[in-house]
Nanobody
Framework: QVQVAESGGGVVQPGGSLILSCSVS????????MGWYRQAPGNERELVAR???????YIVDSLKGRFTISRDNVKNIMYLRMSSLKPEDTAVYYC??????????????WGQGTQVTVSS
């Protein structure tokens, strides 16, 4: 079974920075793509960025220049580096991982989320 865990959230002042991590664990799996989503109170969950194996990365236009995404394919960890944070970035940030088990079965797993609060 594949497990996903986010970390790195917290409270930061406007203009500050945070690095979120998404760790993937389990046995005999291959990751196809990973993504960061966020959900603010009262809002739907929205895409922040995705990293697709052999295809590169994608960040939503409104966050380009402030957010970057990267992956360590050896350690199965994905990072979201956030800078110049704004109060409207406050949300629970979720990691999503899509891949295949050794038997060929597809998996699509979400983490529990990590809270990011931008406030003075």
């Amino acid at each position: 079974q594949v497990q996903v865990a986010e970390s790195g959230g917290g409270v930061v002042q406007p203009g500050g920075s945070l690095i979120l991590s998404c760790s993937v664990s389990g046995r005999s799996f291959r990751i196809n793509d990973m993504g960061w989503y966020r959900q603010a109170p009262g809002n739907e969950r929205e895409l922040v960025a995705r990293s697709v194996s052999n295809s590169g990365t994608y960040i939503v236009d409104s966050l380009k220049g402030r957010f970057t995404i990267s992956r360590d394919n050896v350690k199965n960890i994905m990072y979201l580096r956030m800078s110049s944070l704004k109060p409207e970035d406050t949300a629970v940030y979720y990691c999503n991982v899509v891949g295949y088990h050794a038997n060929g079965d597809l998996f699509d797993v979400w983490g529990q989320g990590t809270q990011v609060t931008v406030s003075s």
